[in-house]
């Protein structure tokens, strides 16, 4: 089955430096990709989405120049959270969609990482 | 931006007795999907059901839907200990981008051996 790969699984920096995450698919091209956030014993919260050769598209109240996001190949988004602070520590998670299956299938999605911003 | 809500959010039940989670929705729907997650990792995709379905199978797994209600339901038949975890309702929506989900808040289920 399609396999989406995100890395690092975990990572702990300081505050005011910058983080890149890694969303790659695996075996299928995603035009399209997925970023959401998790608060520890909470629900996924869709911050934006990733389209491959134009501009992210974030949802309300995502801030998009603390949270870059490029989308530069079929198969690779990235999200960077700049000048991080203690309150960005949270779970993120990619998520992709082989485009080519059609509509009503299911999305996949990556490890996700641990940010821990100290 | 999230749109689903679930109930219960907690569900403590012991081995062998069955596990039944809700979902409301609030927009159009091209399908409804469940996902399961085991604490701090990723998402595992459970199962599918589209807007013209009302009930769809697989395994232990049951779930149903009724579009008139907006809401859905996820049944586990025979829990067992594995199946701890939180489980978590998404809506895609209609005219939305494909894949793009909106999820409910989760049930989180703990199965008592």
């Known amino acids: 089955g399609a396999v989406v790969s995100q890395h690092p699984s975990r990572v702990i920096c300081k505050s005011g430096t910058s983080v890149k995450i890694e969303c790659r698919s695996l075996d299928f091209q995603a035009t399209t990709m997925f970023w959401y956030r998790q608060f520890p014993k909470q629900s996924l919260m869709l911050m934006a989405t990733?389209?491959?050769?134009?501009?992210?598209?974030?949802e309300q109240g995502v801030e998009k120049d603390k949270f870059l996001i490029n989308h530069a190949s079929l198969t690779l988004s990235t999200l960077t959270v700049t000048s991080a602070h203690p309150e960005d520590s949270s779970f993120y998670i990619c998520?992709?969609?082989?485009?080519?299956?059609?509509?009503?299938?299911?999305?996949?999605f990556g490890q996700g990482t641990r940010l821990t911003v100290v | 931006s999230q749109q689903g809500e679930e109930d219960p959010q907690a569900l403590s039940i012991q081995e062998g007795e069955n596990a039944t989670m809700n979902c409301s929705y609030k927009?159009?729907?091209?399908?409804l999907q469940w996902y399961r997650q085991n604490s701090g990792r990723g998402l595992v995709h459970l199962i599918l059901i589209r807007s013209n379905e009302r009930e769809k199978h697989s395994g232990r797994l049951r779930v149903t839907l009724d579009t008139s209600k907006k809401s859905s339901s996820l049944l586990i038949m025979a829990s067992r200990a594995a199946d701890t975890a939180s489980y978590f309702c998404a809506t895609e929506s209609r005219g939305s981008t494909l894949g793009r989900l909106y999820f409910g808040r989760g049930t989180q289920l703990t199965v008592w051996p």
């Open positions: 990733s389209n491959e050769g134009s501009k992210a598209t974030y």
């Open positions: 927009t159009s729907i091209n399908n």
């Open positions: 998520s992709a969609r082989d485009q080519g299956s059609g509509v009503n299938t299911e999305a996949f």
